[in-house]
């Protein structure tokens, strides 16, 4: 299948793909629904999260340029500093950028 690249085109491919996005989000909670919550699956599901933001950032920990592997620095210290998530972020989004304005 060949989609156009006019606009028409690139507004189906957004609409479809939100489609498909809400479908898997959506079809996850419904199969969920049907499934008993015990303390293994709770523990899947916790490590589920932890294993797919691990195969995130290790890949540009090692491939990443200097504003990433800037970013993955100063989101860790200040995360392991004040145990909260959102600076961490934030203060990691500045980093890479100011490596990225600074070095060009």
Known sequence: MTV???TTGIL????????VTLATRWGGVFI???VR???RIESFIN???SSVLIAIIVPMAFSGDAGAI???VTTAVI????QRALPAIG???AAAALIRFLLG
């Open 91 to 93: 203060a990691g989004i």
């Open 79 to 82: 995360m392991l500093v004040s």
């Open 47 to 49: 490590t589920m999260a």
């Open 70 to 72: 800037v970013a993955l």
């Open 12 to 19: 189906i491919i957004i609409a479809l793909m939100a489609l």
């Open 37 to 39: 919550i015990n303390p």
């Open 4 to 6: 156009e690249t006019t």
């Open 32 to 34: 969920m629904s049907f």
